[in-house]
């Protein structure tokens, strides 16, 4: 027996991944749903050799459906969670809306299983930021070992970060470079994204620091240990897919770089790609389509007492969002719905 499950937002970029993953992984489903907003109804989207047609969200009635995968943004999530948990329904949503809720668990598997639990006091569970996901699958790890005090994280995220509208932006900013009677405004980022890299991710807050890099800190926090400290700058750059990020932790106990490289290479979700020679390292380009995270360029930092400088890169379509989500709905089916 499987489960029946929803996928809310299945035109989207992260939707058309939820429904790839779903596939690939075999998960349980006897029966599916896509939704999508009125103006894309109808619209066909592939689950693997199924072709399906995408009903209409507004009037969508979740009773009797298990779980509903939301990738919809925070606006429309706002609206139609509510209704699927209330119809029993168990909504594990990719928008920011929940995140930071103490009655909504913040979910990365391989990291706090144990979190999806608490799902019971809403219906629903919430899916990290794209670039804290990663992040905290290699900190855990560590953490557990040597105990982290704090973390220096520097971003180089993808612009499909930011959706198809980041995707297209960029792929039509390169052409018009090349072709000097065609001209291309900025849309969806503030500068020019072509050829350049932006430091500025969602909004500017009042301490100086971008909501993006605020999500990092109060994410992290809630996923592995409210007493780690965070600081984060986080920078778009003219990548299609996958996320990169230049990493420093300084822990508690010393950790040496050999057993932090062998830590990691036991750690779920973890593939260790590290050798000091030219294109011994994982690079966004190579991380696409794979469910891994990457970490390359392991190394002591001298500056301080007990610090370690590590290169982390993943599909942030893929660990950062879908991948994520689908991997909560099987933990949820493992240690509470228990079927399939």
């Known amino acids: 027996?499987?489960?029946?499950?929803?996928?809310?937002?299945?035109?989207?970029?992260?939707?058309?991944?939820?429904?790839?993953?779903?596939?690939?992984?075999?998960?349980?489903?006897?029966?599916?749903?896509?939704?999508?907003?009125?103006?894309?109804?109808?619209?066909?989207?592939?689950?693997?050799e199924k072709t399906l047609k995408t009903q209409d969200l507004d009037t969508?009635?979740?009773?009797?459906?298990?779980?509903a995968l939301f990738a919809v943004g925070s606006g429309p999530t706002k609206e139609y969670a509510p209704k699927a948990a209330a119809a029993g329904c168990v909504v594990i949503d990719n928008s920011s809306l929940y995140r930071y809720?103490?009655?909504?668990?913040?979910?990365?598997?391989?990291?706090?299983?144990?979190?999806?639990?608490?799902?019971?006091?809403?219906?629903?569970?919430?899916?990290?930021?794209?670039?804290?996901?990663?992040?905290?699958?290699?900190?855990?790890?560590?953490?557990?070992?040597?105990?982290?005090?704090?973390?220096?994280?520097?971003?180089?995220?993808?612009?499909?970060?930011?959706?198809?509208?980041?995707?297209?932006?960029?792929?039509?900013?390169t052409?018009?470079?090349?072709?000097?009677?065609?001209?291309?405004?900025?849309?969806?980022?503030?500068?020019?994204?072509?050829?350049?890299?932006?430091?500025?991710?969602?909004?500017?807050?009042e301490d100086g620091s971008t909501k993006e890099e605020w999500k990092m800190v109060a994410e992290t926090k809630k996923i592995v240990d409210p007493s780690i400290k965070v600081t984060a700058?986080?920078?778009?750059?003219?990548?299609?897919?996958?996320?990169?990020?230049?990493?420093?932790?300084?822990t508690e106990e010393f950790l040496d770089e050999d057993e932090a490289r062998d830590i990691l290479r036991e750690a779920p979700g973890i593939m260790v790609i590290d050798k000091r020679e030219d294109g011994g390292y994982v690079t966004p380009i190579e991380c696409v389509g794979d469910y891994a995270t990457f970490i390359s360029r392991i190394r002591q930092d001298s500056t301080i007492d007990n610090g370690l400088n590590f290169w982390c890169v993943s599909d942030n379509l893929r660990k950062g969002a879908a991948l994520n989500a689908v991997q909560i709905a099987e933990t949820l089916g493992k240690r509470v719905l228990k079927k399939g």
């Not at 969508?60 to 779980?67: A, C, E, Q, S």
């Not at 219906?123 to 982290?148: E, F, G, W, Y």
């Open 233 to 250: 700058t986080c920078v778009r750059v003219p990548v299609f897919v996958g996320h990169s990020e230049s990493i420093n932790i300084e």
């Open 60 to 67: 969508f009635d979740f009773t009797g459906w298990d779980i």
């Open 175 to 205: 052409k018009s470079i090349y072709n000097p009677t065609s001209e291309y405004e900025p849309k969806k980022f503030t500068k020019q994204i072509a050829f350049n890299v932006i430091p500025h991710i969602d909004v500017f807050m």
């Open 101 to 173: 809720d103490p009655d909504v668990p913040l979910v990365v598997p391989e990291v706090n299983p144990e979190a999806v639990d608490g799902y019971a006091k809403k219906n629903i569970i919430a899916n990290p930021n794209c670039s804290t996901a990663q992040m905290v699958v290699a900190l855990k790890p560590l953490h557990d070992r040597a105990k982290i005090k704090r973390v220096v994280v520097s971003t180089y995220q993808s612009v499909s970060g930011s959706g198809k509208e980041g995707i297209d932006e960029l792929w039509d900013q």
């Open 1 to 48: 027996m499987g489960y029946k499950v929803v996928v809310a937002g299945a035109t989207g970029n992260v939707g058309r991944e939820m429904l790839n993953i779903l596939a690939e992984r075999e998960f349980p489903v006897d029966e599916i749903a896509v939704l999508a907003s009125r103006r894309s109804l109808g619209t066909e989207v592939s689950f693997g």
